[in-house]
């Protein structure tokens, strides 16, 4: 088979006959394919497979049990011939041909009319690849597009149609863009609209296309220029415009990141959204110090909290990791906090800012002397505070690490 002389099209086959004649290997597969695809199959075979069985037993399938027989394929659109026996094949293709009814020939694609290429959907989008004859190059090649699409990598927006809109919330992680979801990039790909957030991954955008538009509704500390009913908002206009809307917010849409509020004002408006998660820098920027937030024989458990919040009830063991979010400026203010309420003074303490990042950098002390440690080398957001003794696992702890 070559391609000169075939035309690539896609065949809407649900509801329609397709005959397949065998019940081996090739015929269970196309079976299968074809049941997938919502087309009325029937087999004929004295015998069928297993798997074929099974779909059978169902009534998925209907079972003709016998040899093929001229005059089989009367109201079918499609046959696939998988016999194994050359003659058998050969009669089913020729009978086919004279009622003008596409045949595929297993193992004779050069006699074919019709041939299956290696499928994969992602999404909408249907990946069909003709190996010209050769299946497992088919496959690889199938393999190698689908495994593009997926990470994202190759433009998925609609062009001359569009589906209805919606809104994803897409966690980006701590910002290296390496460390969004495979789900997540391929929302971009897709997206009309783009809403982001000061901390995510903002190397991203130099991905999209020149028309996509990019909304930067990044707060900083005591500084929000847009509030969130206004973000709110603008999610579900650019949706009800029938836009595909990719909210791309730092670390994890649920992780104080007002991801419920924007997916519950989406809902009331009928707009339908999809939460993707993201790598929460609580734990990642954590690591990205060298610091398991969890830790055999040191920490069984942990806390997260905004360093905005009251903070005397946490829990005063040593052996319990702290972990604050977005509480630099007050850092000096919660460590005596922490203190009064009864945690030891000597308990170490980190603050990572800019995690991920180039110039990531760890400052190390105690929970009495981490706040003038951070002044010192004029700590700022982004950053976050791990308090507990798996501060000492980090490669910058330069005292005793626990037995």
């Not at 990044?218 to 650019?238: C, F, S, T």
């Not at 905005?308 to 702290?322: D, K, N």
Request: charged share 20%; glycine share 12%; aromatic share 2%.
């Amino acid at each position: 088979m070559t391609a000169r002389g075939s035309l690539p099209l896609t065949l809407r086959i649900a509801g329609r006959r397709v005959v397949v004649v065998g019940g081996g290997h090739v015929a269970t597969r196309r079976t299968l394919s074809l049941l997938e695809a919502g087309a009325r199959v029937v087999v004929i075979s004295p015998e069928v497979s297993d798997s074929l069985a099974s779909s059978i037993g169902r009534g998925d399938v209907e079972w003709i049990q016998r040899s093929y027989e001229t005059g089989d394929l009367d109201g079918a659109w499609l046959v696939q011939t998988a016999t194994a026996d050359p003659a058998i094949d050969t009669l089913v293709a020729v009978d086919a041909e004279a009622r003008q009814i596409w045949c595929l020939k297993g193992g004779d694609p050069a006699h074919a009319t019709a041939w299956a290429p290696a499928v994969a959907r992602v999404d909408d989008v249907i990946v069909a690849v003709s190996g010209g004859g050769d299946a497992g190059r088919a496959a690889a090649l199938r393999d190698g597009v689908a495994a593009a699409l997926q990470a994202g990598e190759l433009p998925m927006r609609h062009r001359t149609h569009h589906p209805d809109g919606f809104v994803a919330l897409v966690g980006g992680g701590p910002g290296d863009p390496g460390l969004l979801t495979t789900r997540g990039r391929r929302l971009l790909a897709e997206a009309d609209v783009v809403v982001v957030d000061r901390l995510a991954p903002h190397g991203l955008l130099a991905e999209l296309d020149p028309d996509v538009e990019v909304i930067d509704v990044g707060k900083k500390p005591d500084h929000h220029p847009v509030p969130q009913e206004e973000i709110n908002a603008l999610l579900v206009d650019r949706a009800k415009q029938g836009k595909i809307v990719v909210r791309l917010k730092g670390g994890d849409p649920y992780v104080f990141g007002r991801g419920g509020e924007e997916l519950i004002a989406c809902r009331d408006a009928g707009i339908p959204v999809e939460v993707v998660p993201g790598v929460t820098s609580a734990i990642s920027v954590a690591a990205a110090a060298g610091i398991p937030v969890t830790h055999r024989g040191v920490a069984r458990g942990f806390t997260v909290v905004t360093g905005h919040e009251e903070i005397a009830g946490l829990p005063h063991e040593r052996s319990h990791t702290l972990i604050m979010l977005m509480g630099v400026k007050r850092l000096g203010q919660t460590c005596v906090e922490l203190i009064a309420a009864g945690h030891d003074a000597d308990t170490p303490a980190a603050i990572i800012e800019r995690g991920y990042s180039d110039t990531q950098r760890v400052t190390v002390g105690t929970l009495s002397t981490l706040a003038d440690a951070a002044a010192a080398v004029g700590a700022e957001s982004p950053a976050i505070t791990v308090i507990g003794d798996v501060v000492t696992l980090s490669p910058a702890w330069a005292g005793p690490h626990p037995a």
